[in-house]
Nanobody, 118 residues
Framework: QVQLVESGGGLVQAGGSLRLSCTAS????????MGWYRQAPGKKRELVAA???????NYADSVKGRLTISSDNAKNTVYLQMNSMRPKNTAVYYC????????????WGQGTKVTVSS
């Protein structure tokens, strides 16, 4: 089993920045694949950023240049730095860990709500 605990969500003004954290515990290695999904009100969950086991990062086209995923392996923590936030980025952000594919994560955090005000 793997436990994922997110933190760092909250209210931010448009144009501002926020950093989310996700600490993993259980049967997981510090260099395992990790990612972030988000679900905006009334919309499906979407994968926005991921980090592979070799450190490669991938982003959804809609967030490239504004979101950065990083990790601190010593702390088993993954971060999502979000810059130039927009009201449409308002969503619940979830940390995930897949055993096989990012499209069907096996483990989800509880989610952290991010609200961007105009």
């Amino acid at each position: 089993q793997v436990q994922l605990v997110e933190s760092g969500g909250g209210l931010v003004q448009a144009g501002g920045s926020l950093r989310l954290s996700c600490t993993a515990s259980g049967s997981i290695f510090s260099d395992d694949v990790m990612g972030w999904y988000r679900q905006a009100p009334g919309k499906k969950r979407e994968l926005v950023a991921a980090k592979t086991s070799d450190g490669t990062t991938n982003y959804a086209d809609s967030v490239k240049g504004r979101l950065t995923i990083s990790s601190d392996n010593a702390k088993n923590t993954v971060y999502l730095q979000m810059n130039s936030m927009r009201p449409k980025n308002t969503a619940v952000y979830y940390c995930i860990h897949p055993r096989t594919t990012l499209m069907t994560p096996d483990y989800w955090g509880q989610g952290t709500k991010v609200t961007v005000s105009s």
